[in-house]
């Protein structure tokens, strides 16, 4: 694979630490610490590298940075197989707007990958991007004759990376319906607070009703609704 996606100067090899250990305090020097990651074949540590230089390039509001990152955490996610992740973080580029040389050639390199395996059915891993690097989850498994749908939304913050998300919640309950329709059903909720599910392919659509007794599933402002992405299927 060619490296011409990530460029910066490398430190000396005695002074490389890992990605998890080095000062990774702004989008340059995670940017660095994710490519010697990468080009060791470490691929868990440069997808943490390049998450917290998203994280630092999105408080820094710097959109070169941030599609910087995000075709980093794309190739590394290919490159450790991880494709559904990979295509998550396409579609949140090409979602806000992204569409540089090195988008559009991770476009159809993603492209070509086998989605089959996701595809084939609604049961699998979730992610809805809340901001930062970091994602609010879904899990939706089988349970008898239906489906169980278990969501972990968080709100990020000021600084989730360094505060931790500002809040957090936890919501689960029985999917009735089919095809690509779903209702939450024994999620404890009040009965006017309906959380419905839309299946379109590789991407989930949720969406709940907000009113006082609704979002009393977690903190502040928490929220299962938005769009998800499969990225992983049992």
């Known amino acids: 694979m060619r490296f011409h996606l990530f460029?910066?100067?490398?430190?000396?090899?005695?002074?490389?630490?890992?990605?998890?250990?080095?000062?990774?305090d702004s989008p340059a020097a995670c940017n660095q610490a994710g490519t010697a990651a990468y080009q060791a074949g470490r691929f868990a540590e440069a997808i943490e590298?390049?998450?917290?230089?998203?994280?630092?390039a999105e408080l820094a509001e710097n959109r070169v940075a941030q599609e910087l990152a995000l075709n980093n955490l794309m190739l590394a996610n290919l490159k450790a197989g991880r494709t559904g992740m990979a295509r998550a973080w396409l579609?949140?580029?090409?979602?806000?707007?992204?569409?540089?040389?090195?988008?559009?050639?991770?476009?159809a390199k993603v492209g070509e990958q086998d989605l089959s395996a996701l595809a084939g059915t609604v049961e699998g891993e979730y992610r809805r991007y809340a901001g930062q690097g970091t994602w609010s989850t879904l899990e939706i498994r089988r349970e008898g004759d239906g489906y169980r749908a278990?969501?972990?939304?968080?709100?990020?913050?000021?600084?989730?990376?360094?505060?931790?998300?500002?809040?957090?919640?936890?919501?689960?309950?029985?999917?009735?319906?089919?095809?690509?329709y779903f209702e939450l059903q024994d999620a404890g909720l009040a009965a006017e607070c309906k959380v419905q599910l839309l299946r379109d392919g590789l991407r989930?659509?949720?969406?709940?009703?907000?009113?006082?007794?609704?979002?009393?599933?977690?903190?502040?402002?928490?929220?299962?609704?938005?769009?998800?992405?499969?990225v992983d299927a049992p």
């Open 204 to 230: 989930l659509q949720v969406q709940e009703v907000f009113a006082e007794p609704c979002q009393q599933y977690g903190g502040a402002g928490i929220s299962v609704g938005g769009e998800y992405f499969k």
């Open 150 to 180: 278990v969501f972990g939304p968080i709100r990020a913050g000021r600084d989730v990376r360094e505060w931790g998300p500002a809040a957090i919640g936890e919501l689960e309950g029985r999917l009735r319906g089919g095809g690509d």
């Open 91 to 107: 579609q949140l580029a090409l979602r806000d707007g992204f569409d540089g040389a090195a988008t559009r050639h991770n476009l």
């Open 7 to 24: 460029p910066l100067l490398l430190l000396p090899f005695g002074a490389v630490c890992t990605a998890a250990q080095q000062s990774c």
């Open 49 to 56: 590298a390049f998450g917290l230089q998203l994280h630092h």
